[in-house]
């Protein structure tokens, strides 16, 4: 029995990957523990797999049921009523989904492991060279009034629907927090977080170190954030005003030690603070702050560039893989469903991604020919590779559209041919 129909008419390489993938990853069972099973009608792991593959057959769910002659065996409305289960627990079906797969790309690589930023949706694994999207939220707003199906205040609080609605409208710091508090103990934890300038509040640092991550991330120029130095607390415009920056074409201006103290924390918390120079515009910077102290300021700025994997993600989710425009729908826990399709896809086709340009996928080969290659020294390599990523980090280490855009493009340049043809970013 093939997991998705038949007169889809999709590439029988894609089929094929698509049937390992849930074969090895135990997709089905997965949907099960979330409540995404019927006990009667058509089979919920059909409509689900219908719905993964739905973007690769270039038609969305309305021109494939009203005007195609290879509609599935199900009716448009099983599908929209599978979609609007407030009974099913995507988030933790994601969640489950990402501890899976994590382990088997992380065994492809070191050990050093980094939260890639996050935006509200999303918290982020990598190993710095594939992204996963490991847990996310699908946010409301705080106003009852701008919420299309009222506050659901009167409602069940032990059922998950509730609890969604209920997590859609915290602060956006204590979400983020929860997001790394659950991931303890998961193939999703890691050492370091990195996030932009809009979480880096001295009391978001603090609260990131006390569960036990080290940070990385952009500061925000901001006056009534201030950090101990020199005997007393300054922002840091005021501190980079207070030093002489380095000359020449060094990487970074300026780096200092300080200290994070907040009212609600007892510890003082030492970290470095550097300032780089933002690109192509010399006179201005912006400060990046690690509050893991035994890395080098290069290593910090190396770090903080990976979050940027997160960008060209979402533009991969919402320009190919169809998150903003393959449904109309009204229903919460629909969209809710319908992101966690959407980040299946993108899992499926990272890992896929992943094990087509790695070449240590090629097996016996690859060990051959670093056997050829013995003559060059592990040094010398490592010194050449230091360079070329320093040369590219320093043309490039603020990212634009045009860049976002380029990357997207790569990603799918990178597929399997089977996937690349049936894609269109």
Sequence with gaps: MTIMPEELRIDNAIEEKFRHFMKRFGINGMLRKAGAAKSKGVCAYLIFTFLIGLVFTRRNLYKTMAFSRDAPSFSKNAAYRYLSNPHVNWEAFICGL??????????????????????????????????????????????DGNLLEGSHAKEDRRTIATKRRASARMEKPKLALQMLENAKGTPRQAKHVLFDSWFSSPSFLLSVKSLGYDSVARLKNHENFRYAY?????????????????????????????????????????????????????????????????????????YYGKRWDIEPFHKTIKNVLML???????????????????????????????????????????????????????????????????????????????????????????????????LVA
């Design 230 to 302: 020199a005997g007393g607390f300054f922002s840091i415009s005021k501190i980079h005003s207070m030093n002489r920056k380095r000359r020449g074409r060094s990487r970074y201006l300026l780096s200092v030690d300080v200290g994070i103290r907040h009212a609600d924390f007892e510890e003082t918390v030492p970290a470095k603070i550097v300032f780089v120079r933002e690109r192509n515009i010399r006179k201005k910077w912006i400060a990046l702050i690690s509050t893991d102290n035994s890395l080098t300021e290069d290593e910090i700025i190396e």
């Design 98 to 143: 990402s501890d899976a797969v994590i382990p088997e790309i992380d065994k492809l690589t070191s050990e050093n492991k980094y939260y890639k930023g996050f935006t509200l949706l999303n918290l982020g694994w990598s190993d710095g060279q594939t992204y996963v999207p490991a847990d996310y939220r699908v946010l409301a707003s705080g106003s």
């Design 324 to 422: 903003e425009k393959e449904f109309q729908l009204r229903s919460f826990d629909a969209i809710s469903a319908h992101t966690a399709i959407v980040l299946t896809r993108y899992i499926f086709l990272a890992l896929e991604n992943r094990k087509n340009k790695d070449e240590r996928t090629l097996g016996e080969l690859f060990f051959y020919i670093c056997e050829e290659l013995s003559d060059i020294t592990f040094q010398h390599a490592f010194d050449l590779l230091m360079s070329l990523l320093q040369k590219f980090m320093h043309d490039n280490f603020v990212i634009n559209n045009e860049d976002c855009a380029l990357l997207v493009k790569q990603f799918i340049d990178d597929l399997p041919e089977c996937f690349k043809v049936r």
